[in-house]
């Protein structure tokens, strides 16, 4: 049989273009369609291990795990991770390829098109179907010309597309309109149709709103969705969506509080923890104070470790740190955050920047070496001191050693992983995801005097994806979109 294939676009970034393919990954496999996930190119520092030893976009990952797959390289061929505001590490099928500005990569973004397309290619010889996510906007017509996210994967690939709106955002059928009358002609024609994405309130209410995108486009409306307050439970792809979480201000439960790095990295880390009853999570953003009444404080992951640590200090993060180690609170560092917490960093290679060494913040007996060969990999460990299974993934390029590492904080296939200090409040791992393993969470949890609730995360979120597959089945119409799923033509 021949696979399929269709791709969905939308009017801007954040419009709910990868939960509206989770939820049809998890829809078509749930009715025993072969289905996967695909993204041509992603930007995102919220990466995923596969099993091929690579990583990919956290939304693949949780796509895939909606489609009922194993994450694969071949889902998201291009990650972008950027280390700057100009400036991105490239991630090809798996693997880092280059680090280059963002000029640099414009002129030469051609050449990752043949990956791409085998990717997609070795995709569809395995599936009845591949929803295909864009990123942006195809209406970003100054990027059009070499573009590999949109429009110019759909044309190299022949791939129909579905255009999504979010009416939350107000001014939607603007949004629909003006993409189609901004896109050159061939373009147009690629959109079958769209979807208006968080509703509230009676669809029927927009029912002449719809009628008046037909008329300008031609494109038919297959549904219009409402609001999925489930959406929550879900990893988010993008860190904006920390933005409305930063303040840590009063409230009750155990208060556990993470710094907002600018460049951080896998914040998903964090979802099991925020989720978890009788657990109070919240984010301590740029000139706000860690809070007194924090009991945990966590430095997560980060893309650039060296710049964020001067980010954190010139915050006075590291003042409110030492003040919160003297009232007898936990800190736990998690990879670039367990570097930070260390004596020392060095970047002998200029990895991150400038050659050379750094302070740390000193609370743990280690120093760390960034080096070239990056560590990608799933992994099984035994948390020390609970004797808990976790089960997480490590994307890091340091090399960590020192005294404090005698008390690892777990232990691997590979060996020791991470390191504690002697009094056991200040710990640190390379072990993203080790919260989801729900024995492991409720006896860290527990061991650091919190009394809380119970729950499975991982039914928590399959449950979630189910919901929201059943969602869009009530208000899509899913047979009219599969039917305008093209055959994927041979390479």
């Known amino acids: 049989m021949t696979a399929k294939a269709i791709m969905f676009m939308g009017t801007g970034s954040d419009v709910g273009k990868s939960l509206i393919v989770a939820g049809l990954c998890r829809l078509l496999a749930s009715r025993g369609i ?199 439970r879900l990893p988010a792809e993008d860190a904006l969506a920390l933005e409305g979480t930063l303040a840590a201000g009063s409230g009750r439960g155990f208060h556990i509080c993470v710094f907002r790095l600018p460049r951080i990295a896998n914040f998903d880390d964090l979802d099991p923890l925020r989720l978890h009853p009788g657990v109070r999570l919240s984010f301590v953003g740029e000139g706000e104070p860690l809070p007194a009444n924090c009991r945990l404080a966590i430095i997560p992951g980060s893309k650039s470790t060296i710049a964020d640590l001067a980010y954190f200090r010139a915050q006075g993060w590291d003042i409110d740190l030492a003040a919160h180690v003297r009232r007898g609170g936990n800190v736990l560092g998690l990879c670039g955050g367990y570097q930070m917490l260390g004596k020392r960093i060095h970047d002998p290679d200029g990895l991150e920047g400038r050659k050379g060494s750094v302070d740390g913040l000193s609370h743990l007996e280690v120093e760390t070496t960034l080096v070239a060969d990056k560590t990608v990999r799933e992994t099984t460990a035994t948390h020390r001191n609970s004797g808990e299974t976790i089960t997480a993934y490590e994307i890091h390029l340091g090399e960590t050693v020192g005294p404090d590492c005698i008390r690892p904080f777990s232990t691997t296939a590979t060996g020791p992983d991470g390191a504690t200090s002697r009094d056991g409040r200040m710990a640190g791992t390379y072990l993203h995801g080790c919260f989801t393993s729900d024995a492991f969470r409720n006896a860290y949890l527990k061991s650091l005097g919190a009394v809380t609730g119970v729950y499975a995360f991982n039914s928590l979120i399959d449950g979630t994806l189910d919901e929201l597959a059943l969602h869009l089945e009530a208000h899509l119409d899913v047979e009219c979109l599969l039917s305008l799923a093209a055959a994927v033509k041979k390479s």
Request: aromatic share 6%.
């Open 34 to 232: 072969q289905v996967a996930p695909f993204k041509p190119q992603n930007m995102s520092n919220n990466a995923a291990a596969t099993a091929e030893g690579g990583e990919i976009g956290r939304a693949q990952a949780l796509q895939a795990r909606a489609a009922r797959l194993a994450p694969s390289v071949h889902m998201n061929p291009v990650l972008l991770k950027p280390e700057s505001e100009t400036g991105a590490q490239v991630i090809v099928q798996g693997k880092r390829a280059a680090t280059l500005s963002a000029e640099a990569y414009f002129a030469e973004r051609q050449k990752y098109l043949p990956p791409i397309l085998e990717s997609f290619h070795l995709l569809a010889k395995d599936h009845d179907i591949i929803l295909v996510e864009g990123a942006g906007s195809p209406a970003e017509t100054n990027l059009r010309d070499g573009d590999l996210a949109n429009m110019g994967f759909a044309e190299a690939a022949d791939v129909p597309a579905i255009l999504i709106g979010d009416i939350h955002r107000g001014g939607v059928i603007a949004s629909l309109v003006g993409t189609h009358a901004i896109l050159a002609k061939n373009d147009q024609k690629r959109i079958k149709g769209f979807i208006i994405n968080k509703f509230h309130g009676d669809p029927q209410l927009f029912s002449e709103g719809c009628k008046t995108i037909t008329g300008q486009t031609g494109w038919p409306c297959l549904g219009i969705l409402p609001h999925f307050a489930g959406a929550s």
